[in-house]
């Protein structure tokens, strides 16, 4: 994981998320007293990188259903 930190492997091409993880990022590295390194932070990285794009991923499947969350929230059928 440290490896594809020093790589600086793309953070996302969705704006929303892009700039989400780049004020986020940038507010623990400020915060964090001990400093925003080593493998805490690339942890911390991955984890609210996948939580954005989640959040993303689910905000627009429930636009799908006119923004209805119980819609979105159905029971599937089998078939």
Do not use: S
Request: overall charge positive.
């Amino acid at each position: 994981m440290w490896q594809a930190r020093q790589a600086r492997e793309p953070v996302d091409e969705i704006p929303a998320i892009a700039t989400a993880y780049r004020k986020t990022h940038a507010d623990l590295r400020q915060q964090c007293p001990d400093g925003y390194t080593g493998q805490f932070a690339t942890d911390i990285d991955r984890i609210l990188l996948y939580l954005l794009r989640f959040l993303d991923l689910r905000l627009n499947e429930t636009h799908k259903f006119g923004g209805d969350a119980r819609k979105y929230l159905r029971r599937l059928k089998k078939g």
